[in-house]
């Protein structure tokens, strides 16, 4: 009888067990402040913006998370703080249990940089027109070493490799190899970002942030590109933050859904719990949103008004001006984001039941 077998089991079980991505009380504040002269000129004082305001959540192995919200709720800034891109003003990031900022400060940087990459929303915007696609892929080949290439002699060893994988990839998403000679300005909207999702595949890693990779495309591209990388995903593993402001999408890439509002999330449920039975009041603002095409007459709660100024938010929930819930106590005190019935909510009125 083998009885190693046993602890490497439960070792496997307990990985698998823990959240791949850990997100603890995360916020990012931003100085907007006038220069110094105008402000002492005009006598105003410092001005902050809270882009994302004490987020917490967790994202399991090969799952998909989905934040959601209007424009301006912090769901791009959560995104690049998970990748680095911007450090945190409170709160930390864990990937695979151990905090990112260190981790970036540390020689194990590269290491975890492989491990996750994003991919941005323009793929206009994030393509260098001067290069060819084969070099495009091939720079975070390059960059992390992972074609090997020992010395002169072996130059062209080293490019074949590259050529080869560079064609792997581009077959991998939809692509031919001998697309690797073209150029950006080749391509369509579409294919731009499937070469954007190979360079972020060129590394192998096991977390994608993606910033609302669809929304600069057409409706017939989008769903192209989504099952590219849901079938990227169930083939390798992956797993993804997703961004997006349309529930439509994110009701076919995710395992979870987070409504974000003015930066912080107001609801956190898994999808068939989110379309089925939305809790907060802003959430079933966003869902009667969506048009009706079935035309079944199920009632609507119009909910009026806009996003309010993020330099001057409202006081207690930042949702009270727009909700026709909301009381005294909404205007007063900042609902904690609570698990009620299964669902993470930050709201008073289903709190007390009075939704």
Known sequence: MNTSAAPHAAASATTAATPLVQVHGLSKTFDVSAPWLNRVVERKPKQFVHAVDSVSFAIQRGR????V??????KSTVARLLVGLYAPTQGRVEFDGRDIATTLASDQAPALRRRMQMIFQDPYASLNPRWKVED????????HGLIASPGAAA????????KSRVGELLKSVGLAAADMVKFPHQFSGGQRQRISIAR???????FLVCDEPTSALDVSVQAQVLNIMKDLQRKQGLTYLFISHNLAVVRHVSDQVGVMYLGRLAELADKATLFSRPRHPYTRMLLD???DIHMTGRARTPVQGEVPNPLKPPSGCSFHPRCPHANARCKQERPALKTLQGVQIACHAVEEGRI
């Open 155 to 162: 130059t062209r060893v080293g490019k074949d490799d590259l």
């Open 200 to 206: 972020a595949l060129a590394t192998q890693p096991e």
């Open 136 to 143: 495009i892929i091939g720079e975070p080949l390059n960059e």
């Open 64 to 67: 998909t998370l989905a934040l």
């Open 289 to 291: 949103a969506i048009p």
């Open 69 to 74: 919200g209007e424009s301006g709720c912090g």
